[in-house]
């Protein structure tokens, strides 16, 4: 059993930045791959970013690309979203993911088998 737990979301402008955490805990949580998901009024849940076990895969949603990057210290069971240059259009509860053994830009939400309560970020303009 996986738990984990999101901080970081909050009021933001547009242009500004944030960083989400995700602590992890269970005795095997530094096995799985994670990553983060959002999910806006009215819409689906999309993937953003993932990170392999050890940090040496990291995949990216186009939508985020340069702008986002995703982290993980497996010392501290926590992997991170680093935003910058936040829009309008990122404001979701953004969620983290944990999924075993990997997980990449084609993982489907129902595909992941732990989350996160979810956090709220909201970008004004």
């Known amino acids: 059993q996986v738990q984990l737990v999101e901080s970081g979301g909050g009021l933001v402008q547009a242009g500004g930045s944030l960083r989400l955490s995700c602590a992890a805990s269970?005795?095997?949580?530094?096995?799985?791959?994670m990553g983060w998901f959002r999910q806006a009024p009215g819409k689906e849940r999309e993937f953003l970013a993932a990170?392999?076990?050890?940090?040496?895969?990291?995949y990216y949603a186009d939508s985020v690309k340069g702008r986002f990057t995703i982290s993980r210290d497996n010392a501290k069971n926590t992997v991170y979203l680093r935003m910058n240059s936040l829009k309008p259009e990122d404001t979701a509860v953004y969620y983290c993911?944990?999924?075993?053994?990997?997980?990449?830009?084609?993982?489907?939400?129902?595909?992941?088998?732990?989350w996160g309560q979810g956090t709220q970020v909201t970008v004004s303009s």
């Open positions: 993911a944990a999924r075993f053994p990997s997980m990449d830009s084609g993982t489907r939400p129902d595909e992941c088998h732990y």
């Open positions: 990170i392999n076990r050890s940090g040496g895969n990291i």
């Open positions: 269970g005795r095997t949580s530094s096995r799985y791959a």
